[in-house]
Each structure stands twice: as C-alpha cells, then as structure tokens.
C-alpha cells in the first residue's frame, strides 16, 4: 500500500461538523499512529523541500500539528498566526472567510524578515481564507511567499486559486465532498 492510501485510510470523515453539510476531515488517527505520522511529515517535507524555504508559518491551531515537524524536517524555522490577542509583542494582522464563517490571525511583525523565504503550511486547503490570510500576514511582514504545503486539500472548493500566483501543493486531494 502507498504512503497516500495508507495516509488516506487514517483520515476519518466526521459528517455535520461543525455544522450540517460539512464533513470534516478529522487528522487525530493519523496524529495518533507513529508510522502515519512520520510518513505525513516526510511527504510534506518532499512537496516542500523544492521551495527552498528559510522559514514555516502555521496557522492556530491545527497549522501547529505539522507545521514544527515540517520545519525541523527542512531544517528551518517555524512561525506561529494565532488567533488577536495571543501575541504579545507588536503584530500584523489579516482578517479573512471560512467556509462557514470569518476569522482573524495575527503574526509578531518581527516574525519574518524582509525578504525571507516563506512556506505557508496548514494541515487542510478548504476554500483557501486561511491560507490567503497567511500569505497576506507574510507579505505585511516583508517575507515572500516561497510556496503552500498542505496535507489534505479539498480541491472541489478551489482554495488553490486564492492563492495564485503562489504554488500550492497537498499529499492527499479529494475532488469531491
């Protein structure tokens, strides 16, 4: 069996949530099994190591489930968009829509220099508000958006078209909800 099949059946659809006509994709078997785990980790690594990063950036909270392994896996750093108010020191911030809903995040202005390269990592690629916000904090910042790695992308939404011109690359793509 493929690491993508395998990865594939560690994937548990939870219908109706959060609310009716979603069906999240629910990663905790895949988080919970360690050859699972390691092979999300190794093959988002490979999808990412091409961008030549200097630097991760996730998204609060799930970008945080991979987004530090990813990062250690190339051998760079890791920047965390939390949710206003989690930041202490002097921030940037970008709003934007979920698929049900609207959202901010906010990132240390000081968290990503000018000119460094960024790889935009979160574990799902739905209609693309939070990826687009994350690539909106990094160019507040000064940093340049490198390329998007993603473990699960839900390709029927067109969340990669909002993040044009920026690659964006997944391990497993559903074409259909």
């Known amino acids: 069996m493929s690491d993508a099949a395998r990865l594939r059946e560690l994937v548990r659809d939870i219908p109706g949530f959060p609310q ?9 078997p895949l988080l919970a099994d360690g050859p699972g785990l ?15 990063p200097e630097v991760v950036i996730g998204a609060e909270a799930r970008g945080f489930l991979l987004g530090p392994a990813l990062a250690r896996e190339l051998g760079c750093g890791f920047v965390l968009a939390r949710k206003p108010g989690k930041l202490p020191h002097d921030t940037v911030r970008a709003e934007y829509e979920l698929e049900y809903g609207t ?16 790889l935009v990592h979160d574990d799902l690629l739905a209609t693309g508000g939070t990826a687009r916000a994350l690539c909106d904090l990094v160019a507040a910042a000064g940093g340049e958006v490198c390329g998007c790695a993603f473990l699960i ?12 011109p920026h690659p964006a690359r997944a391990l497993l793509r559903y074409d259909a909800g």
């Open 103 to 118: 959202d901010a995040l906010e990132l240390h202005a000081d968290a990503v220099g000018p000119g460094h390269r960024v």
């Open 38 to 52: 390691a092979a999300a980790v190794g093959g988002l690594a490979e999808l990412a190591r091409p961008f030549a």
């Open 20 to 28: 009716p006509g979603i069906v999240f994709k629910d990663i905790t």
């Open 153 to 164: 992308e839900l390709a029927f939404l067109g969340g990669a078209a909002r993040l044009e």
